[in-house]
């Protein structure tokens, strides 16, 4: 099984970092964290803010290592997906693009939270969970769609360009 790395927020203090499946890794409300130190560490959903996957750890900041500059977007998305925005339980404004696909649907189901991609894709952020538990609210802002190409309308032949049907009977046919 595949593991990404990982960085987790709480609302207690401390950061956790380490290794989670890209899906699939909330088990009976907690997360299977495979820490730096190869130990696996049940976590609470409950306690948990935000699950940022990451492009490297930053170790050596222990402020900021996710590198989460734009938490929200400075104007409409330009990639595909639903455009969400969640305040977390301490008021912290999030937004992201959730997929245009039924994984947001199966998530709240399951009241488990939504993965979504972050404001800025180009930064250590690829991608976000929020548990349910950590959001005081969710609004989906706008559904974002690519532009669907035009489409080419043929007009209709003239009668000019019609075929005649009735050529092969003759002058003297009565149908024609």
């Known amino acids: 099984m595949s593991r990404k790395k990982v960085i987790i927020r709480r609302f207690a203090p401390g950061l956790l970092m380490g290794?989670?499946?890209t899906g699939g890794f909330v088990r009976a409300d907690t997360?299977?964290?495979l820490d730096l130190g190869g130990r696996v560490v049940h976590i609470p959903l409950n306690?948990?803010?935000m699950v940022s996957f990451v492009r490297d750890f930053n170790t050596?900041?222990?402020v900021n290592p996710e590198r989460f500059a734009r938490k929200t977007f400075p104007a409409r998305p330009r990639a595909e997906g639903l455009w969400i925005r969640c305040v977390l339980q301490?008021?912290?404004v999030l937004e992201g693009l959730a997929p245009l696909d039924l994984s947001l649907a199966e998530g709240f189901t399951e009241d488990k939270g939504i993965q979504m991609a972050p404001p800025d894709v180009r930064g250590n952020v690829l991608r976000l969970f929020v548990p349910s538990a950590a959001m005081k609210s969710m609004e989906i802002l706008a559904v974002v769609t690519t532009?669907?190409?035009k489409k080419t309308?043929?007009?209709a032949a003239t009668a000019d360009d019609?075929?005649?049907l009735f050529a092969d009977l003759g002058p003297d046919s009565p149908l024609h």
């Open 162 to 164: 019609q075929p005649d």
């Open 153 to 155: 309308v043929t007009l």
């Open 47 to 49: 306690e948990v803010k």
């Open 31 to 33: 997360l299977e964290l």
């Open 90 to 92: 301490d008021d912290e």
């Open 147 to 149: 532009p669907s190409r």
């Open 60 to 62: 050596a900041d222990g």
């Open 19 to 21: 290794y989670l499946p």
